[in-house]
């Protein structure tokens, strides 16, 4: 049974692709996170280990509208807003961004608030808007949202 090996120029091409890719490698590490973006891991209290509450419910009491899009944010008192796209459908001119906010002492969603709609967008920014897109929700290091 015979081997072929690649011609000389294609082994060449091969040994300069991976010199290139380990050169990248070595001389880009990984990024680095903001501040922000970095929690600190909750404490154990007099050898408790705190047990992890998942729940599930609807923050949104419209649920004839097209929504989706969710995201989520912890606020500094501990509450979380949520932010989302509803409408009759994507891209339709009813969308709004809407939000609530999750109380942390009640354990429940307050009501839903329209954050933005097409003609209030259109009116802060002195632009056609066409359409409203999906939202995202951050809190800055000065903490706004």
């Given at each position: 049974?015979?081997i072929?090996f ?8 091969y ?131």
């Open positions: 049974m015979r072929d690649p011609a000389f120029p294609a082994l060449g091409v040994l300069a692709l991976v010199c290139l890719f380990a050169g990248a490698w070595i001389t880009h590490p990984a990024p680095r996170h903001a501040s922000f973006a970095l929690v600190n891991p909750l404490m154990a209290v007099a050898d408790k280990q705190a047990k992890p509450i998942y729940t599930s419910r609807f923050a949104s009491s419209g649920l004839e509208d097209f929504v989706h899009s969710a995201a989520v944010t912890a606020l500094p008192d501990g509450s979380l807003m949520a932010v989302w796209f509803a409408g009759t459908r994507e891209g339709a001119a009813d969308v709004q961004v809407r939000s609530a906010r999750f109380n942390l002492s009640t354990g429940e969603w307050g009501e839903e608030q329209v954050m933005a709609t097409r003609d209030s967008t259109q009116q802060s920014t002195r632009k056609y808007i066409r359409k409203l897109g999906n939202p995202v929700i951050a809190l800055a290091p000065d903490n706004r949202l």
